[in-house]
């Protein structure tokens, strides 16, 4: 079944347009990369899908569990079941990662009609949850990301998936600023939580990443559309051949 | 609309005429005629039944007022007040006089009911009447000597205050049973030349808190008082004096809140603290006066003079202050740090919104060798509102080894307000050291998407920044108190958001 359906979607900040009239449908379960060179629109997709402020969908429609997805605030986009793991995670000065986590948690509860957690449950469950991933208990007394290496802030956006159990998991440039054990790490907790109805669109550059993370479908963006999707092998194609051949095909 | 956008349309509709605490309680009051001269000084004198010394005090202080002229170099910005269009004296007209909670005026209580602060379960819960056997150690107890206007109207815990020797009551009630502390004390820290207000002050006092600690003793409870601005153009004087000797330690919390106005108010309060050998004071404060409303009209002018003298060794003192409210706020809580290795502490959030104008800091001023002071200070302007920090750090010759932190930290939401730091620094020996820490940042767009990304609401989100920011400062209040800080921030940050 569809989970995510991008259709004809044109985007604009400020005058330019940033995206043609982009097609993408993502079943759930199944593992999406996007890739492509910088300034093809990856990221931009990602914050559009997620309602980040500063863009303006000028055609097209993006429809998430068969619902109209541009209608909704971010927060509401985010209690439905819409993760955007963010390329640089930002740092929140005096708020315990413990205290931001439990408050999140139920105000998507909360928006979804669903009691609260209380303290000694959403404790249990957080605890369960950060051990299941090898998360120290310490990193969540912290100030959020405030001090953490670029490997904790992605393991950060991982705990936070694995306890908001979204159903669309967007991973922007996860690789970046991670060395090769950092990335193993985080992948692996990505496939920790892969399942059959939880659908991931993994943002990437280079094929690296996709050796850990191994999708079902890879995109090629270039210019603002989709212009290839094939197999797994087909990121092994670009590794070898680089993206200038789509540059025309753009 | 991108986040900040967003913010800045929210402050602009911002409506602060839904102040919460906006109510008046319809009592009959006891007035003093309108306008100041020595025969308003002398009718508030006689009020309170004072002796002679205390109305000569009083008078040379009008004297010397009339000479003075209003201090112009805060960064704030009123029409000019006339003072003679004031009343300087109002008091809940008393029945009889009061022994227990019971036999107060029910509108007053029901008043504390509407702002939350529960007077007869605190005297119920906490000690009027104890249950033996009953008392659980963890929970520290608040004394609450309840200020409404002008007079006390409620003192409690009186017994088990005394049983340590601690007297705690009324500023009147200290003039005519301990004159010989109140004579030795008032105006030390303060002297009524000081300043303006400071001398406007001490000419017209109506009230306030008295505690003296004696050598040795750790006052077994918090110490509360509650002020509350009820009549039509009264200016509320409060004047309050601790004296904490040797070696003793107590813990002081004030709250103010005030009803909605449409002419301005004045407050022109004096906090004189002492502190001997050894002795600690812990002052904390939360304000949220009625800052004005959506069009920067009415609101209380709050023009404070707070200082305290760690005029023994090793002495400390600590001020903790939230500041949410008052149209206009000048305040410095200082410290003289007089004795050998005294110690100072300014702990301070001021928020500001709509068009409230914030000029506040503190001074440190180090006398005494190897004195010490920290400084952290959280400003945070939203709306079209204008906050200052202004702070001066002054080591004195003899003052060697003095060394002094300050942390001065920012936070703008919207593009109409202001934030500005104004650091005073003098060192006159060389062995001083200070460091001076600032920052000025606006509320990211980045990190309110991240958390709005996560399920939070706007407000939630800028709720949680804000406070993350001012973390540093609440952990400084009493658990009591913090819980009422933290509301009070939000309570502020409805108005600024929306």
Known sequence: ?250 | MPAVQETVERVKRIDVDQYRYGFETLIESDKAPKGLSEETVKFISEKKNEPAWMLQWRLEAYRRWLTMTEPTWARVDYPKIDFQDLYYYSAPKPKKTISSLDEIDPEILKTYEKLGIPLREVAMLEGVEPKPGDQDPNRRKIAVDAVFDSVSVATTFQAELKKAGVIFMPISEAIREHPELVQKYLGSVVPTSDNFYATLNSAVFSDGSFVYVPPGVRCPMELSTYFRINERNTGQFERTLIIADKGSYVSYLEGCTAPQRDENQLHAAVVELVTHDDAEIKYSTVQNWYPGNSEGKGGIYNFVTKRGDCRGDRSKISWTQVETGSAITWKYPSCILRGDNSSGEFYSIAISNGYQQVDSGTKMIHLGKNTSSRIISKGIAAGKSQNTYRGLVTAHRKATGARNFTACDSLLIGDKCGAHTVPYIEAKNSSATFEHEATTSKISEDVLFYCIQRGLTQEEAVGLVVNGFVKDVLQQLPMEFAVEAQKLISISLEGSVG
């Open chain 1, 1 to 250: 079944m569809a989970l995510l359906e991008v259709k004809d979607l044109k985007v604009r900040v400020e005058e330019r347009e940033i995206l043609h009239g982009l097609t993408l449908t993502v079943n759930e379960g199944e593992i999406h990369a996007i890739m492509g060179p910088n300034g093809s629109g990856k990221s931009t997709l990602s914050h559009v899908i997620a309602g980040k402020p500063g863009y303006e969908v000028t055609d097209g429609e993006i429809l998430f569990k068969g619902e109209d997805l541009l209608a909704m605030a971010p927060n509401e986009r985010a209690a439905k079941g819409v993760f955007l793991a963010f390329q640089y995670p930002v740092e929140i000065p005096g708020v315990s990662t413990m205290n931001f986590l439990r408050t999140a948690l139920n105000a998507q509860r909360k928006a979804r009609g669903e009691s609260e957690y209380s303290t000694p449950d959403f404790l249990k469950k957080v605890r369960e949850v950060s051990k299941s991933l090898n998360i120290p208990q310490d990193m969540l007394k912290r100030g959020v990301n405030v001090g953490f290496s670029g490997g904790e802030k992605k393991r950060n956006e991982v705990l936070q998936m694995a306890l908001f159990e979204p159903s669309l998991c967007i991973l922007d440039e996860m690789d970046s600023g991670l060395d090769i054990d950092a990335l193993r790490i985080a992948a692996d907790g990505v496939n920790a939580l892969h399942s059959p109805k939880r659908a991931m669109v993994v943002i990437t550059h280079y094929q690296r990443l996709l050796n850990y993370i191994v999708p079902d479908v890879v995109h090629v963006m270039s210019n603002g559309r989709v212009v290839k999707s094939g197999g797994k092998e087909l990121a092994l194609e670009l590794e070898a051949s680089g993206y200038a051949q789509f540059e025309d095909a753009a």
